[in-house]
């Protein structure tokens, strides 16, 4: 069993890029990426998934290599095939396992025994699994949902062709190779009994080249067994692109209250210790000066933005912002406003 999971998931929404400005300013920047909602991202309360693979069946094998490309080359490499390959499909599982942990959204799990049994032909889509089976897979991994792959279909077409120069020659030679593609998930909440999502990536990827060497051309172009398994990669890659949060490049600033700020922050925000640099900022909240009150609020706003709490982040930048009104402050109000409004959308 493969087992992918996180020890902590309070800062997944966000990961900074230890990027700070000189130490001449009286603030300082630092870059972080924050997480956008993508197009099907799970509900807030799927946490954890099952991966299991429901496509395979007898038609498919784990095709050798060589075997495979010879029987291309044989048909004079201008042949098109539906090709099983079980490897290639294992293969979309496996990498969109990796992709949705390193997305750092979900926990995962792949089980030794993921590949269930099914009684359709490979091109159809089976009828949906029994809830009690559901049910019983979630609870032996102890996930949320199950994500199933519910059909994988791929097509290679291989194409050879010859140029003769001005005595009808062969001077030129290309060849190319299209990989057609057809990928459906589902993923199942055994809580609600619902499938919450069905997903479908099809497309085709394709390789090409040219040359004065058949030999030459052949080098160049990937083998027919390893287009396969690029297929399922990039299948998965989709599929994960749909799932996962995508991560946006922003901008964020501190207030130096101290000379000794710019160093101690940027060691605990290396570290991950926003709680710590919450603390630190906490005391001087509560300064008779209100140039350093109000940096303070500020700065308890950031590091509350960055352990997590968007509402509280608002409620220290809008104290900030009446102690001592800095066109920082204001600006910074309203891209929290927008991060509020976005964390909305994760929770729909």
């Given at each position: 069993?493969?087992?992918?999971?996180?020890?902590?998931?309070?800062?997944?929404?966000?990961?900074?890029?230890?990027?700070?400005s000189?130490?001449?300013?009286?603030?300082?920047?630092?870059?972080?990426?924050?997480?956008q909602?993508?197009?099907?991202?799970?509900?807030?309360?799927?946490?954890?998934?099952?991966?299991?693979?429901?496509s395979?069946?007898?038609?498919?094998?784990?095709?050798?290599?060589?075997?495979?490309?010879?029987f291309?080359?044989?048909?004079g490499?201008?042949?098109?095939?539906?090709?099983?390959?079980?490897?290639?499909?294992?293969?979309?599982?496996?990498?969109?396992?990796?992709?949705?942990?390193?997305?750092?959204?979900?926990?995962?799990?792949?089980?030794?025994?993921?590949?269930?049994?099914?009684?359709?032909?490979f091109?159809?889509?089976?009828?949906?699994?029994?809830?009690?089976?559901?049910?019983?897979?979630?609870?032996?991994?102890?996930?949320?949902?199950?994500?199933?792959?519910?059909r994988?279909?791929?097509?290679?077409?291989?194409?050879?062709?010859?140029?003769?120069?001005?005595?009808?020659?062969?001077?030129?030679?290309?060849?190319?190779?299209?990989?057609?593609?057809?990928?459906?998930?589902?993923?199942?909440d055994?809580v609600?009994?619902?499938?919450?999502?069905?997903?479908?990536?099809?497309?085709?990827?394709?390789?090409?080249?040219?040359?004065?060497?058949?030999?030459?051309?052949?080098?160049?172009?990937?083998?027919?067994?390893?287009?396969?398994?690029?297929?399922?990669?990039?299948?998965a890659?989709?599929?994960?692109?749909?799932?996962?949060?995508?991560?946006?490049?922003?901008?964020?600033?501190?207030?130096?209250i101290?000379?000794?700020?710019?160093?101690?922050?940027?060691l605990?925000?290396?570290?991950?210790?926003?709680?710590?640099?919450?603390?630190?900022?906490?005391?001087?909240?509560?300064?008779?000066?209100?140039?350093?009150?109000?940096?303070a609020?500020?700065?308890l706003?950031?590091?509350?933005?960055?352990?997590?709490?968007?509402?509280?982040?608002?409620e220290?930048?809008?104290k900030?912002?009446?102690?001592r009104?800095?066109?920082q402050?204001?600006?910074?109000?309203?891209?929290?406003?927008?991060?509020?409004?976005?964390?909305?959308?994760?929770?729909?």
């Amino acid at each position: 069993m493969k087992l992918f999971k996180h020890n902590k998931l309070i800062f997944w929404l966000f990961a900074l890029l230890l990027s700070f400005s000189s130490c001449t300013s009286s603030y300082k920047s630092l870059v972080i990426e924050t997480a956008q909602p993508s197009t099907h991202l799970l509900p807030e309360d799927i946490h954890s998934l099952t991966l299991v693979n429901r496509s395979i069946t007898a038609d498919f094998q784990d095709f050798d290599k060589d075997s495979l490309q010879q029987f291309f080359f044989s048909r004079g490499f201008r042949y098109d095939s539906v090709v099983l390959d079980s490897l290639a499909a294992d293969t979309t599982l496996k990498a969109l396992g990796e992709l949705l942990f390193e997305s750092g959204r979900y926990d995962v799990v792949i089980p030794e025994q993921r590949f269930l049994e099914r009684h359709k032909e490979f091109y159809l889509v089976p009828e949906k699994l029994d809830w009690t089976e559901v049910s019983a897979l979630c609870e032996e991994f102890d996930t949320d949902a199950l994500l199933v792959i519910e059909r994988y279909f791929n097509k290679i077409m291989t194409d050879y062709k010859t140029f003769n120069d001005s005595n009808g020659d062969a001077a030129y030679a290309s060849a190319s190779i299209d990989s057609k593609y057809d990928v459906v998930v589902k993923i199942y909440d055994p809580v609600r009994q619902e499938i919450i999502r069905q997903l479908v990536v099809d497309d085709t990827i394709s390789w090409r080249d040219g040359g004065y060497s058949t030999e030459k051309i052949f080098d160049q172009l990937p083998l027919i067994k390893e287009c396969l398994i690029q297929t399922g990669v990039q299948a998965a890659l989709e599929l994960d692109d749909k799932l996962s949060p995508n991560w946006v490049k922003e901008n964020r600033i501190f207030f130096v209250i101290n000379d000794t700020d710019a160093s101690q922050i940027a060691l605990l925000a290396h570290d991950n210790k926003w709680q710590e640099a919450y603390d630190y900022w906490l005391q001087y909240a509560e300064s008779a000066k209100t140039s350093v009150k109000s940096k303070a609020e500020f700065n308890l706003a950031l590091a509350s933005e960055m352990l997590g709490d968007i509402d509280l982040a608002i409620e220290w930048a809008n104290k900030s912002y009446f102690t001592r009104y800095m066109q920082q402050t204001q600006n910074y109000l309203l891209t929290l406003k927008k991060r509020q409004e976005i964390l909305a959308r994760f929770n729909q």
